[in-house]
């Protein structure tokens, strides 16, 4: 084990406590086959086995999480980092999305994971502009759907807002325009008057052809 470089010691360069029946195959395979240095295994060991974990996970466990990185291209220690940080900021606001959407200790879904962690360490939205979303969401469809309000702060993200006020502007903004686009009562009551007055003068029209014939 000692020239994989990550346990010459019951303590490592990162001040881990590696358990003693741990399987060394899987720390083997991490290396050879999805090539990631001794400061990235440990890194993934520190953050789920660690004593900074809120849980300790198996070593299979592990071993998934670690193929999932590389999948995703976490592919050097600086990267897992930025993740893993990421990571800790989801999970510390899980629990207010949880109660906001009424979902409780169910696990979510994989939409679900996706949209907060979309909407924290991404868009970096705050919890009042993920609270619009919310209102507007049971507004528009009488239920609190995770999938409904995604869409709403996609297209918050896309039109480039960042905060409440930038999004109660853009709605603003949509209502003008939408009103704008909208014919007026007058407008409407002209409409309907050129109407009738041609549908008269047209009838006027077809009743002088039949009675003195059209001339060519």
Same mark, same amino acid.
Request: one cysteine or more; charged letters at 30%.
């Given at each position: 084990l000692g020239i994989l470089g990550i346990i010459p010691t019951p303590f490592n360069n990162n001040?881990?406590?590696i358990p003693v029946d741990i399987d060394i195959n899987i720390l083997v395979g991490l290396r050879e086959e999805l090539h990631f240095? %001794? @400061?990235? &295994? %440990?890194?993934?060991?520190?953050?789920?086995?660690g004593?900074? +974990?809120d849980q300790k996970k198996p070593m299979r466990y592990i071993e998934k999480v670690a193929f999932s990185r590389h999948d995703e291209g976490i592919l050097t220690y600086e990267q897992l980092e930025a993740y &893993?940080?990421?990571?800790?900021?989801?999970? *510390?606001?899980?629990?207010?999305?949880?109660?906001l959407f009424g979902i409780g200790e169910r696990? /979510?879904? +994989?939409? #679900? #994971?996706?949209?907060?962690?979309?909407? %924290?360490t991404e868009y970096n939205?705050?919890?009042?502009v993920i609270g619009l979303a919310y209102d507007l969401t049971v507004a528009a469809t009488n239920k609190a759907s995770v999938v409904y309000a995604d869409k709403i702060i996609a297209g918050w993200n896309t039109a480039? %807002?960042?905060?409440? *006020?930038? =999004?109660?502007?853009l709605i603003e903004k949509e209502k003008a325009e939408k009103a704008a686009k909208k014919p007026t009562k007058a407008a409407k009551e002209k409409e309907?008057?050129? /109407?009738? +007055?041609? @549908? =008269?003068?047209?009838?006027?029209?077809?009743?002088?052809?039949? *009675?003195y014939g059209k001339k060519d």
């Amino acid at each position: 084990l000692g020239i994989l470089g990550i346990i010459p010691t019951p303590f490592n360069n990162n001040n881990i406590v590696i358990p003693v029946d741990i399987d060394i195959n899987i720390l083997v395979g991490l290396r050879e086959e999805l090539h990631f240095d %001794c @400061e990235y &295994i %440990c890194l993934l060991l520190k953050y789920y086995m660690g004593k900074d +974990s809120d849980q300790k996970k198996p070593m299979r466990y592990i071993e998934k999480v670690a193929f999932s990185r590389h999948d995703e291209g976490i592919l050097t220690y600086e990267q897992l980092e930025a993740y &893993i940080e990421k990571d800790r900021l989801m999970h *510390s606001r899980e629990g207010t999305l949880r109660k906001l959407f009424g979902i409780g200790e169910r696990a /979510l879904t +994989s939409k #679900e #994971e996706t949209a907060f962690r979309r909407w %924290c360490t991404e868009y970096n939205y705050d919890d009042a502009v993920i609270g619009l979303a919310y209102d507007l969401t049971v507004a528009a469809t009488n239920k609190a759907s995770v999938v409904y309000a995604d869409k709403i702060i996609a297209g918050w993200n896309t039109a480039g %807002c960042k905060t409440v *006020s930038d =999004v109660h502007a853009l709605i603003e903004k949509e209502k003008a325009e939408k009103a704008a686009k909208k014919p007026t009562k007058a407008a409407k009551e002209k409409e309907k008057d050129e /109407l009738r +007055s041609f @549908e =008269v003068d047209d009838f006027f029209a077809h009743a002088l052809d039949r *009675s003195y014939g059209k001339k060519d």
